[in-house]
Nanobody
């Protein structure tokens, strides 16, 4: 089991910002694609943002222009900077990892709660 440890969740008012961090150990982090997922109550889990080992990124449309995913290979850490937060961003956010060629994320963190109040 590869530990992925998320941090940085919390409660914030609409329009505010949070930065999530995910520290990874036990795998060659620099060669993995990292993703941030979220799951709100009663909804399916969705991929919010991903970053490949080469630094290419993609985002779900609802967060484009507000969220930024980044990685620090020296620290084996991936980040999700979330700005202009909305109540609909409220969810449990999960960090996940897969090899670049895999279709499925193999390793998952325990999740961190993000709550945005109006």
């Amino acid at each position: 089991q590869v530990p992925l440890v998320e941090s940085g969740g919390g409660s914030v008012q609409a329009g505010g910002s949070l930065r999530l961090s995910c520290a990874v150990s036990g795998v060659p982090f620099s060669s993995y694609t990292m993703g941030w997922f979220r799951q709100a109550p009663g909804k399916e889990r969705e991929l919010v943002a991903a970053i490949t080992s080469g630094g290419s990124t993609n985002y779900v449309d609802s967060v484009k222009g507000r969220f930024t995913i980044s990685r620090d290979n020296a620290k084996n850490t991936v980040y999700l900077q979330m700005n202009s937060l909305k109540p609909e961003d409220t969810a449990v956010y999960y960090c996940a990892a897969r090899t670049n060629w895999a279709l499925v994320y193999k390793y998952w963190g325990q999740g961190t709660q993000v709550t945005v109040s109006s």
